[in-house]
């Protein structure tokens, strides 16, 4: 069983990696840089996930029922997560299937509960 730093620290690293694969196609930045933008949303991203009460009962913060992000900065983190989700299969293929795997699993749960 994964502790919740790890499954913290794993959707950190995860955010992280997706926010610079948006910032270098969308915007032009060099590889693993961050623009000023893609900067301060990663940093806000993980502010979030270092205060997430719910890390113990949830997969990833797609999953959480609970959205904690000011409204812009949703949009925001939707956008770069439409963007690069998809892109993620060609980046990190391990990642992303586990991401996949996990998402089912939780949904899976969850329609048990109801």
Aim: hydrophobic share 30%; charged share 35%; proline share 3%.
């Amino acid at each position: 069983m994964k502790t919740v730093q790890t499954k913290r620290e794993r959707e950190k690293r995860m955010v992280t990696e997706m926010i610079k694969l948006y910032c270098k196609k969308q915007h032009r930045v060099k590889k693993g840089q961050l623009c000023d933008q893609c900067r301060e949303l990663n940093e806000y991203a993980q502010l979030r996930s270092d205060k997430c009460p719910f890390m113990e009962t949830k997969t990833f913060c797609s999953n959480c029922r609970v959205h904690c992000y000011k409204t812009d900065m949703r949009k925001k983190i939707r956008a770069v997560m439409r963007f690069a989700g998809p892109r993620m299969l060609l980046q990190h293929p391990v990642w992303a299937l586990r991401h996949v795997i996990e998402t089912k699993s939780e949904q899976k749960k969850l329609e048990g509960q109801t």
